[in-house]
C-alpha cells in the first residue's frame, strides 16, 4: 500500500528525553522511545509512564507522533503485564506501539485496545505475504527487513495492505533481525529481549573483525525513496546522544524537504556524527561487498567534537481570546493551529474601586510557568466590560484549565472485552529432522536408524534433483527469506512438491503461511518463528500446524507449560546473515569447512543456506539424549532433532547414542531447566 502524503515520515530515534527534544527540534515527523520494559533497547535510559506522558503531550503540541516499542518476545505471564501497559499508553495517548511478539498482537486486539501497531522488524518481514499476515493480525504498518534490495521493496509496497516502513540510516544488525540467537545461546544475554551483547562486533580468524557492519546510510537515495511509495524512513539509534540524533535527523529533514541526494558536506556531517570507518547502502543496491567496518578512536573523536546548542523544551507558542463580562462566568480560549479548546470560571463582578486592566489580564495569561506553552501579548484578544473585576486567582485558575486542557493528550478508556489466556493448545506426538545436506539424509536412509522420525524435513533445493523416496513421510524446509521477487518460484515450488506426494512444510517465517496453506501442505512451526508464550502458540496452532519447534532460548520448565517441542539434538543455527561470509573471507573452497573461530579458539561453524545466505552454527550441538527423562517430564509434544556439519558415521553415532539414552562424546549444550 503506497503511503497517503506526498513525503514519507521521518521518524527518529530518542533513548532519553534530551534527545527527544533533539529529535523534535532536528524536524522528526514522528519519534519512537522505549518504556521501562518490553522494549529492544533494555540498556538505554528509556521512559517510565510519567515521561512518556510528558514526551506525549510536547510532540502533540508540535504537531509530531509519538511511538512505543514493545518489542520483545514475551512468557505467558509478561503477555498480560505488556498489554496492560499499552492500555496505559493508549491512554495517555501514545499514537502507536511497534510490536513483534504475536501473543502480544492477539491479547492487544483481543482486549479490543484499538491503539495503532507496527509490527517490528523483529518480526522478519521480507515481503507481500509477510506484511498482508501481520495487517490481518492488526498491524496497520509493517517495518521490513534491513537487507531488501530496492526493487523488492518496491514490489512489497505495491502489493501488500499495510504502510511499509524502512530503515534509513543507522546501525546494522549482520544477522536478519529476529533471527539472532548467538547472544543468549552463547553469552546468556537475549538479544530478542533486549539485551544483545553484540559479539558481532569481537574479532574471530586471527583478530579480523568479520561480522562488524559499517552502518547503514541511504542519504545518496532520497529521490528513490520518495518515488519507493514507503510510508516511513525510520533513522536507528536509541542508544545514541542528542548530538547525533539531531544532527542525523535534521540533515535528512532538509534532504526530503528539498527531494535529493545528499551533498558532499552533508555525507560528511552524517559521518562526524557517528561512522563505522563510512557507511553502507550495500543491501538496498544488491550489492554486498566491503559492508564491513569497526569504529575507529578517530571516529570517536569526531563525534564528540559535535555541539548542537541550546537543547530544551522549546514552548509552543498559542493564541488566546479571553471574555470577562459582568455577570457571566469568565472564558478563555486557547488555540494551536486547527484545535482549540474552551474553559469557563468565576462570575465576573462590577469592580467596587480599582477595575480591572487590558494589561493586567493580558499580564496574568501570559504567565504560562511549567507548562509546555507560551503566550505573547500580540496573541491575545480581550473582551473587557468597563469596570469588570476578577481577582488575580481567578485569572490564574482560568488560565491554567485552559493551558492542563489544551496540553491534554489522554483518551477515553476503550470498552475493554474479556480477554482469557488460550488454552495451551494438544499437539500431535511426534519425532522430527531436518537434514540440512541431502547427501547426509541418503547415507542414513539405509540404515534404519530414520525410522524413528514422523517427519524427515529437507531444503526445498533438494527435491528438484529426485531420487527421492516419497512414501516416506517427507516435509520440506523453506528458506526463512524469501522476498517478494522470491515469491513466485516458492509458490510453484511448494505446489509441485504437494502434487508428487510431500505433505508437510517446515515454516519458519509468517510470510510462509499463503504459499504453504495454497499448495496444500500442513504446516509444522520452526523454530524462527520465536514462539515463547502460549499466546503465541495457540495462534499458530490454529493455523493449521500440527506440531511446532518452540524458541531454543527457553527452559525445560517453560517448555512443559506450553507443551510444545524442542531442539533435542543438533548444533543451532546462531545468525542467519545476507551476506555469504564463506565467499568473502574465507573462499568457495572452504565451503564445506567453513568456520569462525572466536578468541578462545571456538569454532562456529558457517554453512551455506539458500542462494549465498550463510548460517552460522552453536560451537556446540545441543543434546538430550541421556536424559530422556528430563523431557519426558517436561511433557514435550516434538521432539526435533537438526543435522548440519555431521559425517554420516557422526550422525549415525549420534542417532545411536540417543535412542540408546547414552551420552555423547564430547561437548554438548543442554536444554537449561
Known amino acids: 500500500m503506497k503511503r497517503k502524503a506526498d513525503l514519507p515520515e521521518l521518524l527518529a530515534p530518542a533513548g532519553d528525553m534530551e534527545s527527544l527534544i533533539a529529535a ?46 514493545l518489542n520483545t518476545l514475551l512468557s505467558t505471564r509478561e503477555v498480560g503485564e505488556a498489554a496492560d501497559f499499552a492500555d496505559e499508553l493508549y491512554r495517555i495517548g501514545v499514537d502507536a506501539l511497534i510490536v ?34 501481520a495487517a490481518a493480525l492488526g498491524c496497520s504498518r509493517v517495518v521490513l527487513a534491513r537487507e531488501l534490495s530496492l526493487a523488492n521493496i518496491k514490489a512489497t509496497t505495491e502489493r501488500c495492505l499495510s504502510e511499509v516502513e524502512m530503515f534509513l540510516h543507522g546501525a546494522l544488525c549482520v544477522s536478519h533481525s529476529g533471527q539472532c540467537l548467538f547472544s543468549s545461546i552463547v553469552g546468556g544475554r537475549s538479544g530478542n529481549r533486549g539485551e544483545c551483547a553484540q559479539p558481532c562486533r569481537l ?38 546522544s542528542p548530538e547525533y540524533v539531531y544532527t542525523v ?61 541550546e537543547n530544551s523544551f522549546i514552548k509552543t507558542p498559542v493564541r488566546a481570546s479571553a471574555e470577562i463580562k459582568i455577570g457571566s462566568p469568565a472564558r478563555l480560549t486557547l488555540s494551536l493551529g486547527g484545535r482549540s479548546v474552551t474553559v469557563t470560571g468565576e462570575v465576573v463582578e462590577a469592580a467596587r474601586s480599582a477595575p480591572l486592566t487590558r494589561e493586567a489580564v493580558a499580564a496574568r495569561l501570559m504567565k504560562m510557568g511549567n507548562t509546555l506553552l507560551s503566550l505573547s501579548a500580540r496573541d491575545i484578544e480581550i473582551t473587557l466590560d468597563e469596570g469588570a473585576n476578577l481577582s488575580p486567582a481567578a485569572l490564574n485558575a482560568l488560565r491554567r484549565a485552559a493551558a492542563e486542557k489544551l496540553e491534554d493528550t489522554s483518551r477515553e ?51 528438484s534433483g529426485g531420487g527421492l523416496d516419497l512414501t516416506r513421510p517427507l516435509g520440506v524446509y523453506i528458506p526463512p527469506v524469501v522476498t517478494e521477487g522470491e515469491l513466485g518460484a516458492l509458490s510453484e515450488s511448494l505446489a509441485s512438491l504437494r502434487a508428487s506426494g510431500v505433505r508437510y512444510a517446515l515454516v519458519g517465517n509468517i510470510g510462509h503461511y499463503t504459499p504453504v496453506l495454497r499448495a496444500g501442505l500442513i504446516p509444522v512451526l520452526d ?12 495462534h499458530h496452532a490454529g493455523e493449521g500446524a500440527v506440531g511446532a519447534v518452540l524458541s531454543p ?28 561470509f564463506i565467499r568473502e573471507s574465507l573462499g568457495c573452497s572452504k565451503c564445506e569447512s567453513a568456520a569462525l573461530t572466536d578468541r578462545l579458539g571456538v569454532d562456529f561453524p558457517i554453512i551455506r543456506e539458500a542462494g549465498h545466505r550463510n548460517i552460522i552454527l552453536n560451537s556446540r550441538p545441543t543434546y538430550m539424549g541421556d536424559r530422556r527423562e528430563e523431557l519426558e517430564r517436561a511433557g514435550l509434544s516434538l521432539w526435533h532433532f537438526v543435522f548440519s556439519t555431521e559425517e554420516p558415521g557422526e550422525a549415525l553415532s549420534a542417532l545411536r547414542a540417543f535412542s540408546g539414552g547414552e551420552p555423547l562424546k564430547g561437548e554438548v549444550r543442554r536444554i537449561k531447566k
Open 24 to 69: 523534535v527540534r532536528g524536524g522528526a515527523d514522528a519519534v519512537y522511545i522505549g518504556g521501562a520494559r518490553f522494549g529492544a533497547r533494555a540498556y538505554a535510559k528509556n521512559f517510565d509512564l510519567d515521561g512518556i506522558a510528558v514526551a506525549v503531550r510536547y510532540c502533540r503540541l508540535r504537531g509530531v507522533r509519538l511511538y512505543v516499542t
Open 100 to 133: 513483534c511478539d504475536i501473543g502480544l498482537i492477539k491479547e492487544i486486539r483481543g482486549r479490543g485496545n484499538p491503539i495503532e501497531l507496527h509490527a517490528s522488524t523483529q518480526m522478519s518481514v521480507h515481503n507481500s505475504t509477510g506484511a498482508d499476515y
Open 203 to 240: 574479532p574471530y580468524n586471527g583478530g579480523k573483525h568479520l561480522l562488524s557492519l559499517r552502518d547503514l546510510s541511504l542519504a545518496g537515495h532520497i529521490p528513490e525513496l520518495i518515488a519507493s511509495g514507503v510510508a516511513s524512513l525510520k533513522i536507528e539509534g536509541r542508544m545514541k
Open 249 to 309: 535527523t535534521s540533515i535528512y529533514r532538509r534532504l526530503l524537504d528539498e527531494g535529493r541526494a545528499a551533498r558532499a558536506d552533508e555525507a560528511d556531517a552524517l559521518y562526524r556524527a557517528f561512522s563505522r570507518g563510512g557507511f553502507t547502502d550495500g543491501y538496498l543496491r544488491g550489492e554486498l561487498g566491503g559492508m564491513t567496518g569497526m569504529r575507529s578512536e578517530g571516529d570517536k573523536m569526531l563525534s564528540r567534537e559535535i555541539t548542537i546548542g
Open 413 to 463: 478508556p476503550y470498552p475493554r472485552r474479556q480477554s482469557k489466556r488460550p488454552a495451551v493448545p494438544r499437539l500431535a506426538k511426534m519425532k522430527t529432522a531436518l537434514f540440512f545436506r541431502e547427501e547426509l539424509y541418503f547415507a542414513l536412509c539405509e540404515s534404519g536408524e530414520l525410522d524413528i522420525f514422523d517427519i524427515v524435513f529437507l531444503p526445498l533445493a533438494a527435491f
Open 527 to 538: 523454530f524462527r518463528l520465536n514462539i515463547t508464550n502460549s499466546h503465541a502458540l495457540a
Open 553 to 580: 532460548e527457553l527452559s525445560l520448565g517453560a517448555l512443559s507449560h506450553l507443551g510444545g517441542g524442542a531442539i533435542v539434538y543438533g548444533r543451532i543455527p546462531l545468525m542467519l546473515t545476507e551476506r555469504c
